[in-house]
C-alpha cells in the first residue's frame, strides 16, 4: 500500500484531507464527525473575539456552478468558543480559524486558543463579505507582516494564512506572510447573484463568496503561483470534490487539500473517495508516496 | 429559487394561516420548503397540504411571517425545496401527537392514513384545524383534556404501533423519556431547528452532528435517545449553546 501521509508545517498528517472553516464546523458535534468521517485534520468555523449572529437568511444559495454565501462571520465568540471545545478529545487534529481587525485582536485570540491546548491556527485573512476584518486585511501586506510575525514570536502554535484570492497578485500577500508556517489557498472569491423574478439579489448581504467546482481553476493558478515563489507548504482549498480534483493541487504544489462545499456535493463519504483515490492513483501510475507527486510539475 | 402563484390564504386563528398554491414539485409528507421572503428573511416551513393542493401552515411569529400572512392571492411566493427526509409509512394502528404549530407537518400524514390525532396547545385558541375526532389536550382547560398533549398521550400510549410526533423540542423530549412501551421500531419524530442553509452545509440545525435538516427532520426513537442534545440544547444564530426550557 502506497503512503498518502503527508506534512504541513510541524504538523505530521496521517492523510491529506482536511475539512476547510466554513462548513460543517460549528458545533463539536459535527467537529468530531469530520474526524471520525476520515479528516485529517477539522478547521473551526471563524472565531472572534466576541458573539456574532451573521446575516440574515439567505445566507447560501447554490448556484449551476457552486455555491454564493455570505453568512457573515457568525460565531458564538472566543468564551463560548472555549468552554465547548475545552474538553474536545482530540486537539490536535484541530485548526482553530480566528479573525480579528487588527494585530492585537489576532493576538489576544491566539492565546486564549493555545491556552486552550490547540497546536494550530488558521489565520482567516479573507473573509470576502465583512467589513473591517477577513479580505480586507488580508489585501494589507503590511498589516499581514505585522500579525503573523507577531503570532509567531509570541505563541508556540501552528499559523496557517488563509489567504484571498480577490486580489491583484496573491504573491505579493504571500510574500508578506513569509513568518507563517503554511499557505491556505485560497478563501471563497468575492461574488454576487441574482434572482431574475424577485428582482433581489441571492444573499441577503448582497456580497459573499463563491465556492465549488467554478472557482477550482483560481485556486489551482493561485498554488502554482505561490509555489513557484515560495517553497513553504500551501493547503489547496476551493472546488475540491472528488480525487482528482485533489491530484490537481498535489500536482501544483499543495501539500494537502481542504474541502468545503464538497460537503453539499459528495457529504461526509468525501474523505474516503479522496483517501483511497489518491491511493489508487499513486499505484496506479507508478509512485510509492504523496510525497512524489507533490509540486512535480512545478519543480525545475 | 422557485415561485408559485398564491391561491389563497386563510386564517386559521389569531395568528395562524395556511397559504395555498399550486406547484409541480415532487414531495412526500414530513418534507420542509425554505419560504423566502424577498428583502425580510428565508424561513422553514413545513407542508401542511401535498398533491393537488399544496399549502404551508404556519404561526405569525417575527418579520417573515408577518409579511407572509398579509401577502394576496396572485402574488408570488418565492422557496426553495422540498427538503429532509419524509415520515417513513406507518404500520398497524397509528397514532399522531402534536404539539402547538407541529400539527402543520403531520396533517399530509394524517389525512393520507387512517390513525388517531392527539393535538395540544395552551389554549382552545391556540388550537387550528381541528376535526371532530381530535383528541384535544389545552394547559388551562378550556377544551378537552386538561394539561399536555403528552399527559394525554402517554394514557393510551401502548395501543399503537405506529406513533408520529411533532411540536416543540421541549415537549417531544418529555414525551420521548415518558414512552415505556417495549418496541419503538416504528416511533418517528420531527424536529424544528433554526436552520440557515437547509441543505446540509451550515451546521446551525445540528444535534450531536446531526444536522436536522438533512439527515432529519424526522428521526426515530432510537436515534433519539443517543442524542443528549435534543431537548435540552440548542443554537442561536450565532452557533451559541443556549438551554432549552423543560416541560413542567
Redesign the interface.
Known amino acids: 500500500m502506497v503512503s498518502i501521509s503527508t506534512s504541513v508545517g510541524d504538523i505530521r498528517l496521517s492523510n491529506p484531507v482536511m475539512l476547510a472553516s466554513g462548513i460543517l464546523d460549528e458545533t463539536s458535534g459535527s467537529m468530531k464527525r469530520a474526524l471520525e468521517s476520515g479528516a485529517a485534520i477539522a478547521v473551526t468555523k471563524s472565531i472572534g473575539s466576541s458573539e456574532r449572529k451573521g446575516y440574515p437568511t439567505p445566507v447560501v444559495s447554490v448556484i449551476a456552478t457552486g455555491m454564493l454565501n455570505a453568512v457573515g462571520l457568525a460565531n458564538p465568540g472566543i468564551d463560548s468558543f472555549s468552554e465547548e471545545f475545552s474538553n474536545f478529545p482530540v486537539k490536535e487534529k484541530v485548526a482553530v480559524s480566528i479573525f480579528g481587525k487588527d494585530t492585537e485582536e489576532f493576538l489576544y485570540l491566539a492565546r486564549r486558543v493555545e491556552g486552550l491546548g490547540f497546536k494550530i491556527l488558521e489565520l482567516n485573512l479573507s473573509c470576502p463579505h465583512v467589513a473591517g476584518v477577513g479580505s480586507e486585511i488580508g489585501q494589507d501586506p503590511d498589516l499581514v507582516e505585522d500579525i503573523i510575525r507577531e503570532l509567531k514570536s509570541r505563541t508556540n502554535l501552528q499559523i496557517w494564512a488563509k489567504l484571498t484570492p480577490s486580489i491583484t497578485n496573491i504573491v505579493t500577500i504571500a510574500k508578506a506572510a513569509e513568518k507563517a508556517d503554511a499557505y491556505v489557498l485560497i478563501n471563497t472569491v468575492k461574488a454576487t447573484g441574482v434572482d431574475i423574478y424577485a428582482r433581489q439579489f441571492l444573499l441577503s448581504n448582497k456580497i459573499g463568496g463563491y465556492s465549488g467546482p467554478g472557482i477550482k481553476p483560481i485556486a489551482l493558478r493561485a498554488v502554482y503561483d505561490v509555489r513557484k515563489e515560495s517553497e513553504k507548504d500551501i493547503i489547496g482549498v476551493g472546488g475540491i470534490n472528488d480525487w482528482n480534483d485533489a491530484v490537481e493541487f498535489f500536482l501544483l504544489g499543495a501539500s494537502a487539500v481542504q474541502v468545503g462545499t464538497g460537503l453539499y456535493y459528495r457529504d461526509y463519504g468525501i474523505y474516503d473517495n479522496i483517501n483511497a483515490g489518491i491511493a489508487r492513483y499513486l499505484e496506479d501510475e507508478g509512485f510509492s508516496s504523496l510525497d512524489d507527486i507533490i509540486g512535480l510539475m512545478v519543480k525545475s | 429559487?422557485n415561485?408559485s402563484v398564491i391561491k389563497e390564504i386563510v386564517n386559521e386563528n389569531d395568528s395562524i394561516f395556511t397559504i395555498r398554491f399550486d406547484s409541480v414539485m415532487v414531495a412526500k409528507p414530513g418534507q420542509f420548503l425554505?419560504v423566502?421572503v424577498?428583502?425580510?428573511?428565508?424561513?422553514p416551513m413545513s407542508l401542511s397540504s401535498i398533491g393537488d393542493d399544496f399549502a404551508i401552515t404556519f404561526k405569525v411569529f417575527g418579520e417573515s411571517t408577518k409579511k407572509l400572512a398579509s401577502m394576496k392571492k396572485g402574488e408570488?411566493m418565492?422557496y426553495r425545496g422540498p427538503y429532509g427526509n419524509p415520515y417513513p409509512e406507518p404500520e398497524g394502528k397509528t397514532a399522531y401527537v402534536a404539539g402547538g404549530t407541529g400539527l402543520a407537518s403531520l396533517l399530509p400524514l394524517i389525512r393520507k392514513y387512517k390513525g388517531d390525532v392527539y393535538t395540544g396547545a395552551r389554549t382552545r385558541n391556540d388550537l387550528f384545524l381541528l376535526d371532530d375526532d381530535f383528541r384535544i389536550a389545552t394547559e388551562d382547560g378550556s377544551l378537552g383534556f386538561r394539561g399536555n398533549v403528552v399527559d394525554l398521550f402517554v394514557k393510551e400510549e401502548d395501543e399503537y404501533d405506529t406513533v408520529y410526533v411533532c411540536g416543540p423540542e421541549a415537549m417531544m423530549r418529555s414525551l420521548l423519556d415518558r414512552m415505556h412501551r417495549e418496541k419503538h421500531g416504528n416511533v418517528y419524530f420531527s424536529l424544528e431547528r433554526l436552520m440557515?442553509?437547509g441543505?446540509?452545509?451550515?451546521?446551525?440545525c445540528?444535534?450531536?452532528?446531526?444536522?436536522v435538516c438533512k439527515e432529519g427532520t424526522v428521526f426515530t426513537y432510537e436515534q433519539l435517545k443517543k442524542m443528549d442534545?435534543f431537548g435540552v440544547y440548542r443554537?442561536?444564530?450565532?452557533?451559541?449553546?443556549e438551554l432549552i426550557a423543560k416541560v413542567q
Open positions: 429559487m415561485f425554505m423566502w424577498p428583502g425580510v428573511k428565508e424561513v408570488r418565492f440557515k442553509c441543505i446540509g452545509i451550515c451546521d446551525s445540528s444535534v450531536n452532528g446531526y444536522r442534545e443554537r442561536s444564530g450565532s452557533g451559541k449553546i
